[in-house]
């Protein structure tokens, strides 16, 4: 089980730190994060929607995620921020019934300005409730697209 989490850490700072050096050569470190209502990928949630503070800034996303359940994700920060690793917690269950927590980061980034989205690599380490045993840690990476 070690050995999975630590490739698994490994291939996420390999997933961020290339993700950090296309931004900064292409220079989208200024790209607008607001007004994305929606994000799609294999992330938890699969399928989201925006939650937004008074500011007008992505504070998280609720949406149905891959294991048939419910996903909540809230950044730690006042919202999230392009350039720059964003932590985040999140809870949901699985196969409907299943609850579970995570911790980890997302690092948006966007490949064409001329778009309207950005992407996020999801690096994260959660803990599962099942009723084989009483708690199942899990380490998970993602992809997403916000539009």
């Not at 994000?39 to 992505?58: L, R």
């Not at 950044?75 to 350039?83: L, N, Q, R, T």
């Not at 911790?103 to 300005?113: A, L, R, S, T």
């Not at 996020?120 to 803990?127: K, P």
Request: no cysteine; proline share 5%.
């Amino acid at each position: 089980m070690k050995k999975k989490l630590i490739i698994v850490a490994v291939l996420s700072l390999v997933l961020i730190f290339s993700a950090n050096s296309m931004a900064q050569e292409n220079d989208f470190l200024d790209f607008d994060l607001e007004n994305r209502e929606m994000m799609i990928g294999f992330d938890f949630p699969a399928v989201g929607w925006a939650n937004y503070n008074k500011g007008g800034v992505i504070k998280g996303y609720k949406g149905i995620n891959f294991g048939l359940g419910y996903t909540d994700k809230r950044y730690m920060e006042p919202g999230i921020k392009m350039g720059k690793m964003n932590t985040f917690w999140s809870w949901g269950t699985l196969s409907v019934i299943y609850p579970y927590a995570e911790v980890g980061i997302d690092y948006p980034f966007v490949i064409n300005q001329e778009k309207d989205g950005f992407w996020t690599v999801t690096g994260s380490v959660g803990a599962l409730v099942d009723m084989e045993s009483p708690v199942t840690p899990f380490p998970r990476l993602g992809i997403s697209y916000h539009f």
